[in-house]
C-alpha cells in the first residue's frame, strides 16, 4: 500500500509539472477517472473456454491525465491547426485493477473425478497489479469541432506501454502448496513474490460530450505482459504448450474526463 501511496503522488507530481509548462509549449489538460471490469487471461483455466473468460474477472479503477494539443489553456485559443493537433491527444494513467483466479473449463467439470481434477479444483490465486503509463491516442475526427459540439461522439483507438507492479498470491483450498495439494505441471512454478513487468496496451473507443467543459468515455482495453508469472503461476512452456503464452487481460472502461482551464 505504501507503495501504492507513493506513485500516487508522483502521478500527481508529473501532472503539476505539466501544467506548469503549458504556457511554453502550447496545449491544455484534462483529468478523468476510470473503472470497469477486468477479464485476466492466465495460467488458471482453460484457454478459449467461456467459463474461463467470464469467471476469471475482477474489477479495476485509475486516474488519467491528457495533453490537448487543440488547445491553449493559457490563452482560452486554439493552437496552430495542424493534422497531430487535431486528432492526437497524450493520455497518461496511473490504475489498478485485482483479479480473483481459478480453473474452469473441462478438466475441472463437475464429471471429472480423478485426483487431477480435485487437485485443480482446489487451486485458487489472485494478482493485484498496479500500472502506470502512457498512450498515444488518435481520433479520426476533428478534436476541435468534437470540442464545440454538446452531444457529440468522438471514436478513438490508442497505442502505448505501461510499467507495471504485480502482486499474486496462490493458493489451494487443499491445504499448503505442495506436491500433495497441486498437479505436477504447477510443482515448482508456482509463487507469491511479487515483481515488475512492462506491458502494451491498445484500446478502441469513444468519447461523448456530456458539457462544455466534460466529457464520458468508454473504451475496450488488450494489455499484453512480457511475463508469464503476473499471476503467480508458470508451467515449463515446453512441457505444456498450453501455457506457453504470456499473461494478458481485457478491460472494460468507463471513464469521466474534466476540462481543466
Not at 491544455?28 to 474461463?52: C, L, M
Not at 479503477?61 to 486528432?87: Q, W
Not at 485493477?97 to 485443480?120: C, I, M, Q, R, Y
Not at 487443499?174 to 507469491?192: C, D, F, M, R
Amino acid at each position: 500500500m505504501q507503495k501504492f501511496i507513493k506513485i500516487v503522488f508522483t502521478f500527481i507530481f508529473l501532472i503539476s509539472i505539466g501544467k506548469d509548462a503549458q504556457a511554453q509549449f502550447g496545449f491544455s489538460h484534462e483529468v478523468g477517472a476510470i473503472i470497469g471490469p477486468v477479464a485476466f487471461q492466465s495460467d488458471y483455466g482453460e484457454r478459449h473456454d467461456f467459463k474461463t473468460n467470464s469467471g476469471n474477472v475482477g474489477f479495476g479503477i485509475g486516474i488519467i491525465h491528457y495533453l490537448n494539443f487543440s488547445y491553449k489553456a493559457d490563452c482560452n485559443c486554439y493552437t496552430p491547426e495542424t493534422y497531430f493537433n487535431d486528432h492526437f491527444k497524450l493520455r497518461s494513467e496511473l490504475s489498478y485493477n485485482k483479479t480473483n483466479l481459478k480453473h474452469f473449463g473441462e478438466w475441472v467439470d463437475p464429471s471429472k473425478t480423478s485426483n487431477t481434477a480435485n487437485l485443480l479444483r482446489g487451486m485458487r490465486g489472485s494478482t493485484a497489479v498496479t500500472n502506470i503509463g502512457m498512450q498515444l491516442e488518435f481520433f479520426p475526427l476533428s478534436i476541435r469541432d468534437f470540442t464545440a459540439t454538446l452531444g457529440a461522439f468522438a471514436p478513438f483507438i490508442s497505442l502505448g506501454g505501461q510499467f507495471s507492479f504485480y502482486d499474486p498470491e496462490a493458493y489451494s483450498t487443499l491445504g499448503n502448496i505442495s506436491q500433495l495439494t497441486i498437479p505436477e505441471k504447477y510443482w515448482n512454478a508456482t509463487t507469491n513474490q511479487g515483481g515488475t513487468v512492462w506491458s502494451i496496451v491498445t484500446s478502441v473507443g469513444s468519447r461523448y460530450k456530456l458539457t462544455e467543459l466534460s466529457d464520458l468515455m468508454i473504451d475496450l482495453r488488450f494489455q499484453y505482459y512480457f511475463s508469464n508469472w503476473v499471476d503467480g503461476l508458470n508451467p515449463d512452456p515446453k512441457r505444456y504448450p498450453e501455457n506457453k503464452a504470456n499473461d494478458w487481460n481485457v478491460w472494460l472502461n468507463f471513464g469521466y474526463i474534466y476540462y481543466l482551464n
